[in-house]
């Protein structure tokens, strides 16, 4: 009697655990949580974290990952977010935020420095466009919304491998391919981490012709209030019209509206 006791006592504090969280947001606690994790996270870690039992967060985790939004990490040893998950915070980021303010403040800056100017997030295999403000030269280099760029060879996409710890960032630059897009891009891993860890430390990255020959770029991060990574701020153009000394004289109105994308967006 005593053990049946024990056991039903056991059962009411699960239930009563289950019953502090509403059903509908336990997944988003879960993904909040994985989303906010620097490396992949067990069941039993999430399950701390969110305040759900072993055998809740397990099923929970179980559907996750069966529909897409979550991922099993290499290693096999705790998950991550997974394709459906990355896509929803893409989308959310271009069709739920300010949208008006963020095409306002790239116009200006587009303005400022007479370039294309580019907001991009990583994806699944490269950067993404999510929006951009082209430049009013007839010569210009275009690169649609919506384009994908490879992480290794674009301002864009080392200011996002410079963002991560240098664990992720080691993890992250292993698994790419490293293809040579022109004579200077950088395909030895070796060189490529040397390069972001000195953006992570100078806080903004330059393509200099890795990405198409003739063409030039700078970027920096766009950062959550927390200081967290959110997305790259970018412009490009060609060396008829730049050089990579002169993209460091839009340095500061390029951080600038970097800034005022925070204040708009979060």
Same mark, same amino acid.
């Given at each position: 009697?005593?053990?049946?006791?024990?056991?039903?006592?056991? &059962?009411?504090?699960?239930?009563?655990?289950?019953?502090?969280?509403?059903? #509908?947001?336990?997944?988003?606690?879960?993904? @909040?949580?994985?989303?906010?994790?620097?490396?992949?996270?067990?069941?039993?870690?999430? *399950?701390?974290?969110? %305040?759900? !039992?072993?055998?809740?967060? =397990?099923?929970?985790?179980?559907?996750?990952?069966?529909? %897409?939004?979550?991922?099993?990490? @290499?290693? *096999?040893? &705790? +998950?991550?977010?997974?394709?459906?998950? $990355?896509?929803?915070? %893409?989308?959310?980021?271009?069709?739920?935020? !300010?949208?008006?303010?963020?095409?306002?403040?790239?116009?200006?800056?587009?303005?400022?420095?007479?370039?294309?100017? #580019? /907001?991009?997030?990583? %994806?699944?295999? &490269?950067?993404?466009?999510?929006? $951009?403000?082209?430049?009013?030269?007839? /010569?210009?280099?275009?690169?649609?919304? *919506?384009? =994908?760029?490879?992480? =290794?060879?674009?301002?864009? *996409?080392?200011?996002?491998?410079?963002?991560?710890?240098?664990?992720?960032?080691?993890?992250?630059?292993?698994?790419?391919?490293?293809?040579?897009?022109?004579? $200077?891009?950088?395909?030895?891993? #070796?060189?490529?981490?040397?390069?972001?860890?000195?953006?992570?430390?100078?806080?903004?990255?330059?393509? #200099?012709?890795?990405?198409?020959?003739?063409?030039?770029?700078?970027? +920096? !991060? +766009?950062?959550? !209030?927390?200081?967290?990574?959110?997305?790259?701020?970018?412009?490009?153009?060609?060396?008829?019209?730049?050089?990579?000394?002169?993209?460091?004289?839009?340095?500061?109105?390029?951080?600038?509206?970097?800034?005022?994308?925070?204040?708009?967006?979060?």
């Amino acid at each position: 009697m005593a053990s049946e006791d024990a056991a039903i006592v056991a &059962g009411d504090a699960v239930k009563s655990d289950d019953a502090r969280i509403p059903t #509908n947001l336990r997944t988003l606690l879960i993904l @909040e949580t994985v989303g906010a994790a620097e490396r992949p996270l067990t069941p039993a870690e999430i *399950g701390r974290t969110v %305040g759900l !039992p072993k055998q809740t967060i =397990h099923r929970l985790c179980s559907v996750l990952l069966e529909e %897409g939004f979550l991922m099993r990490a @290499e290693g *096999g040893r &705790g +998950v991550r977010a997974g394709r459906r998950a $990355r896509r929803m915070s %893409g989308n959310l980021l271009h069709h739920s935020a !300010p949208v008006a303010a963020r095409r306002a403040i790239l116009e200006r800056i587009s303005a400022t420095v007479g370039e294309t100017v #580019n /907001f991009a997030a990583p %994806g699944e295999s &490269g950067m993404i466009y999510v929006d $951009r403000v082209e430049t009013a030269w007839a /010569f210009r280099i275009q690169l649609p919304i *919506g384009t =994908h760029v490879p992480f =290794h060879c674009t301002a864009s *996409g080392k200011t996002w491998l410079a963002s991560l710890s240098l664990r992720q960032r080691r993890k992250v630059v292993s698994s790419l391919r490293l293809e040579r897009q022109t004579s $200077r891009t950088l395909t030895d891993a #070796n060189a490529l981490l040397t390069e972001t860890a000195e953006i992570a430390r100078r806080g903004y990255a330059i393509d #200099n012709e890795e990405l198409m020959e003739g063409m030039i770029a700078l970027s +920096v !991060p +766009v950062t959550a !209030p927390d200081g967290r990574y959110a997305a790259s701020l970018a412009f490009h153009g060609p060396l008829i019209r730049l050089s990579p000394e002169s993209l460091l004289d839009h340095l500061e109105t390029l951080r600038g509206g970097a800034r005022d994308l925070q204040a708009a967006l979060f």
